[in-house]
């Protein structure tokens, strides 16, 4: 997972194209590598933000190709919010949820 952040946080701050396509694909490897992970828990789910994620960054690559890396930011967003989105799935509950239920 740290590799994945670092790897997402490196095509962020990428100020070269060959910096960007190297941190993006990356990212992607990293992602599909995570797809073959025994999801306990809300399997399919998990397995669909993935593949969102990945289309994400595959779009964000090619708009860094065909119009900049300005363009890519967009889709690099709106991976952070499936990020967010997904990793709700798989917090264990907290303190008070504990106690009191959802």
């Known amino acids: 997972m740290k590799n994945m952040g670092l790897a997402y946080k490196n095509s962020v701050r990428a100020t070269d194209l060959d910096s960007f396509n190297t941190a993006i694909d990356e990212f992607i490897h990293l992602i599909e590598k995570a797809k073959k992970a025994d999801f306990k828990q809300h399997e399919s789910e998990s397995l669909e933000g993935l593949d969102k994620v990945i289309q994400q960054a595959k779009s964000a690559k090619q708009l860094a190709e065909v119009q900049g890396l300005e363009a890519a930011k967009a889709p690099l967003k709106s991976i952070d919010q499936l990020r967010k989105k997904y990793h709700e799935l798989h917090e264990?509950?907290?303190?008070?949820?504990?106690?009191?239920?959802?």
């Open 92 to 102: 264990p509950p907290g303190f008070w949820e504990l106690l009191f239920g959802k």
